[in-house]
Structure formats: C-alpha cells, structure tokens
C-alpha cells in the first residue's frame, strides 16, 4: 500500500515552475498554489497583470491534491438550514455560485484542454438511517422548488439500480461532477504560466510587511514585492503574518483510502451507477470511482491532523472497516492507495472571501471546496483587478473562534459530541 494521494501518484509533475532566484516586483502575490490561487493567478495574467504564485511545497500539494475528487453542485448544508442561518437572498447565491463553480471548472478543462476526466456523473446524498431519509425529503423539496430543478429524490427501491447497499433513500444532483484532481490542477497551472504567471515552488512565505503601500513577502528563497496579496493557503494557513486566519480556520484532518481496481462485476455489485455519494451521518464517509476504477473511499475516520505514515494508517484501517460495512462485498478487497489531508472549517462551514487587514483572501470550503475555490480564486482575482464585484460572501461576518490560535486543540471533543449524535439522531 502506497502513504501518498491517488491524484499525486497518477498525475505528470508540474514542469512550468520557476527555478529563478525568488525575487523582483509585481502587480499581485499570491500564496498557496492550490486551486484557489491558480486560478486567481491564470485570471491576474490572463489579464496582463504580473503576478507571483509563492507555493510552499510543489503545486496541488495541499488539499487540492488530496481530496475525495468530488466537484459537487449546491450546498453542503441543507438549504434549508442555509437559508435559515444566512437568508434566503445569500442561500440563493451561494447554493449559484457552486453550480456555477462547476461551470467555470468545465469551461477552463475546454479552454486550456486539460485531460482530467471531468463528468457530470450526479451526486447521490445517502440517507443512512430512515429518519434520515425524512430530512433529506424535506431539504430536497426547497432545493427543487427554488434552485435546483436538476434535483430528484429517489427511495430505497430506486437505490437499487444505483448502488450496492441497502441506504434509506437519496438526493440525486445531477449537475454534480467528478475529475481527476491531480491532472486538474498541473494543467491549472500549466495555463497561469502560459499566461506569464511565475510560479514559485518550495517557496514558503515566512513574513509579510508593507511599507510605502506595497507588500514584501520574505520566502525560504527570497523577496519579492507586490501591489496586492492574495492569501490562499487554505487549512495550510501557518506563522504570525496570518493569525487573522488562523484564529478562524479549523485546520481538520480528513482521510481517504483507494482500492485496486474493481472488476465489473464488483462494480456492478457496488457503484454501478458510477456517481459521487455522500452519507449522510456527521461523521459520514464519501466515495466514487476513480478513472481506473478503484473505489475511492474518504471520510473523518479519526479527529487528528494527518502527519505521518503510522497516524495516516491507523485512519486508513478505521476507513476500510467503514467501507466493508458499507459494502460487505468488498470487505477483503485490497487497498493501494491511504492518504490525509487538512480540512479548511469554519466554525458555521460557510466559507469566506474579500478583504481584510490590507490582504485579500479566499478559505474555509470546510470541505466541499474542490469546485468553489477555483471560482471563488477568479471571483477575487477580479476584485483585484478592479473589475465588477461578484462575491457572494461579501460581508459575511467571520468572527474569530474563541480560545482558537491555530492548533485545534477542541476537535476530539467535537468528534465525541457528532459521534454521540450520530449514535442517537
Ligand atoms: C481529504 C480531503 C478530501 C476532500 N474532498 C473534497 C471533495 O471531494 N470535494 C470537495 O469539494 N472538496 C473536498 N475537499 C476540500 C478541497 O480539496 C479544498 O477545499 C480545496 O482544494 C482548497 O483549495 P485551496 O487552493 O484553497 O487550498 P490548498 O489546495 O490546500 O492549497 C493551499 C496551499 O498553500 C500552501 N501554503 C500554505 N502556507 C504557505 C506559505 N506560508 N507560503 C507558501 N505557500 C503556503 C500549501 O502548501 C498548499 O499547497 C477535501 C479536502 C481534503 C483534505
């Protein structure tokens, strides 16, 4: 069994980065070189600004490289509960702004001719338990009614030509889609560069100062200067230049592990469908089939951060006990592939994005950020540039998580109380 991502072992490395010394002056900085500051980046260059991508280990090696490769249309939350907690206006445009995420992934795999296997295979919310099932009846007739006709609720029997357990029923989102994340974000890259971005790898970002109006960000590398900075490290956000962040991002570990590939008939016996599910418990599993037919199955497993082979292990043997109670037919099936990666949370799971303390920023996907961070990286990358704002989080208050100063000391506790609910709700 390989310790590392799926998406990293079966994508080409990123050739485009710069082997320059790190220095000179540009329009923006942008830190983190995941999606969301890729995609700032091709759009900054696009539009003929010069911009710096400082990544502090190599392109996608954060959680746009680890992820569960889920790109999945409309909210996490219940829109119901969304539009409870934020108003219907605000539920609206978010629950948009992730179809239109997976939009604009589509369009950029069309432009650039990315080789990502991206399809829009429908995302099936799998109720685990039958109360379960009630609930996501309710949400689907809100979601269905008033943002996303593309929606149908199928019952137990429906499930069968679906998929291989026996759930209480589902929310089908058939605009819902699935990609191979590595490829995905090498060729995000390869377009930032074509367009003149220069890209900086190994270069972790150790301080931020500004003076005379512009910023200077001193690497493990080198200085450089810059108009704008465009924070975009995610749950990776660490040091004292950031603690704004890291006093409201929840850095959490999620874990996934890939088996060898399936035959047909145990993809006919499992996931014959071929679509991207989620459970529907707190502490719930997600899972698809990748390009070369292994199952890909993720979730919590435990409330630690990813950190070494022994750690990631433990997760990984949690996970294939959850996958052998999901589908009993693969329980001896062989496991490839085990790997972690950290979680941007806030404390509400609404991500955030605009401007504060003089940088620009867009974080706390809270997992379900695969598709919104390439739009939300372009949405800011706008704002930069001075072009109409279309943020849909603007103004959205961000309080800082008390007692939290960027080492989540409080998450077993909360895996205790979401294991707790899960035992009883
Ligand atoms: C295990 C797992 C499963 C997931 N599954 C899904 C899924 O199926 N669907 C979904 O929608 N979302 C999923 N997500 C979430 C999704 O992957 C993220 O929301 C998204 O990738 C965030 O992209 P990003 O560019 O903001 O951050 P990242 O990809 O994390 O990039 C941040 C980058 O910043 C760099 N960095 C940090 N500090 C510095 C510094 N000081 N200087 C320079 N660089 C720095 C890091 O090295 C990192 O590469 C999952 C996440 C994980 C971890």
């Known amino acids: 069994m390989k310790f590392e991502s799926y998406w990293h072992d079966t994508a080409p490395r990123f050739t485009g980065a710069s082997a320059s010394p790190v220095e000179g002056d540009y329009d923006v ?6 999606f969301t500051g890729l995609a700032a980046a091709r759009q900054i260059a696009k539009a003929g600004a010069r911009v710096v991508v400082l990544e502090a280990n190599r392109v996608g090696w954060g959680a746009s490289g680890r992820n569960g490769g889920h790109l999945n249309n409309g909210l996490a939350h219940s829109f119901i509960s969304a539009k409870a907690e934020l108003g219907t206006e605000r539920a609206i445009a978010l629950y948009r702004a992730l179809d239109d995420s997976v939009d604009t992934i589509e369009k950029i795999i069309a432009e650039e001719g990315i080789d990502c296997n991206f399809r ?22 809100a979601v269905h009614r008033e943002v996303d006709p593309d929606t149908a609720l199928l019952t137990a029997s ?5 998929i291989g357990s026996p759930f209480h029923g589902a929310m089908l989102s058939k605009k819902s889609a699935m990609m191979h994340m590595g490829r995905y974000v090498v060729g995000l890259a ?11 790898e190994n270069a972790a970002v150790t301080s931020h100062q500004v003076a005379g109006g512009k910023h200077r960000l001193t690497t493990t590398r080198g ?9 975009a490290t995610g749950a990776y956000t660490s040091g004292s230049s950031f603690s704004y962040f890291r006093r409201r991002i929840i850095s959490v570990g999620s874990f996934i592990i890939a088996t060898r590939p399936l035959t047909e008939a145990e993809i006919a016996a499992t996931m014959p469908s071929n679509r991207t599910c989620v459970t529907s418990l707190n502490i719930g599993n997600y899972f698809r089939l990748s390009p070369d037919n292994r199952l890909i199955f993720g979730g919590r497993a435990r409330f630690s951060a990813t950190s070494d082979q022994r750690s990631d292990g433990k997760s990984g043997a949690i996970l294939r006990a959850g996958l052998a109670e999901i589908f009993p037919q693969l329980a001896k099936v062989e496991i490839d592939y085990c790997w972690g990666g950290l979680v941007d949370m806030t404390k509400d799971r609404y991500p955030r994005a605009g401007f504060v303390d003089g940088v620009w920023y867009a974080m ?3 997992g379900h950020g695969a598709q919104l961070s390439t739009h939300l990286g372009m949405i800011m990358a706008d704002a930069i540039l001075g072009k109409p704002d279309r943020n849909p989080l603007k103004g959205l208050d961000w309080p800082a998580v008390p007692g939290h100063f960027g080492k989540p000391w409080f998450l077993p506790l909360v895996g205790l109380y979401y294991k707790t609910l899960d035992r009883f709700q």
């Not at 429906?158 to 679906?162: G, H, P, R, T, V």
Request: net charge positive; aromatic share 8%.
């Open 158 to 162: 429906d499930l069968k030509a679906e």
């Open 29 to 34: 900085a942008v830190i983190g070189g995941g």
């Open 223 to 231: 200085t450089v200067s810059a108009d704008h900075v465009l924070v």
């Open 120 to 141: 829009r295979a429908g995302k099936l919310k799998l109720a685990s338990k039958p109360q379960h099932f009630d609930a996501i009846a309710r949400n689907f007739e």
């Open 190 to 200: 390869t377009a930032a560069s074509k367009y003149g971005a220069t890209i900086f």
């Open 364 to 366: 706390g996907y809270s």
